[in-house]
């Protein structure tokens, strides 16, 4: 993507009822991911808007998440300063070091690490993400491992393992195929994933 070009993509859970939408665009100085999903937790409606911005390196510099989960008001703020992590203001040493934020609820930010590690075919790497947990919105520290095994195809492991899947994304690095949660339902970012125009 060239400076001022974007990106988007729209998903639909397969789990349970929902979709979300996001886009990713690019200023000059860093990038900018932002998006909404709406779906069903636990019989409730939610809706959640999010906002996130990197340097030119692709590390997180800052988050927001505003909306709602059934009857409760979400409002969260992450800043990111110097690997220091706060969240609403308040220290988070248990994330410290971390370079990228990872929410629990979308399939977005799958992109962060993939962009920034830029991983050849076969080549893998770990990461440690802060993830922000869903639905109680804390920061925690989460282990993950990506390995490229195609031009368009990842293997995903976080939880030392437990959990694993095979993502395929396309050329501006969104997950258009999260077996079991997501899929892309936008025919222009599932022709990417296969390198067409």
């Known amino acids: ?9 729209l998903w639909r859970r397969v789990d349970h009822p929902g979709h979300e939408s996001a886009r990713l ?9 932002a998006g909404t999903a709406v779906f069903a937790h636990e019989g409730q409606p939610c809706r959640l808007d999010y906002r996130i911005a990197t ?12 909306g709602w ?9 992450i800043e990111v300063e110097d690997a220091v992590w ?13 370079i990228d934020v990872d929410l629990n609820f979308s399939p977005s930010t799958n992109l962060l690490p993939i962009r920034r590690l830029a991983l050849a075919v076969g ?20 282990a993950q491992h990506y ?18 899947r095979d993502l395929t994304v396309d050329a501006a690095g969104f997950v258009v195929g999260y077996p079991g949660l997501w899929e892309a339902e936008d025919p222009v970012s599932l022709r990417r994933c296969k390198g067409e125009q």
Do not use: H, K
């Open 1 to 9: 993507m060239r400076t001022g070009e974007s990106a988007t993509i």
């Open 25 to 33: 665009s690019e200023d000059g100085t860093g990038w900018t991911l």
């Open 55 to 66: 340097d030119a390196a692709w590390r997180t510099r800052s988050a927001s998440v505003a």
């Open 69 to 77: 989960v059934g009857a409760r008001t979400i409002d969260v703020a």
């Open 86 to 98: 706060r969240l609403n203001g308040a220290a988070c040493p248990q994330v410290g070091g971390c």
């Open 123 to 142: 080549a893998e790497a770990e990461v440690r993400a802060a993830w922000l947990r869903f639905p109680g919105f804390e920061l925690e520290p989460l």
């Open 147 to 164: 390995r490229r095994t195609g031009d368009f195809a990842y293997r995903y492991e976080s939880a030392g393992g437990a959990f694993v």
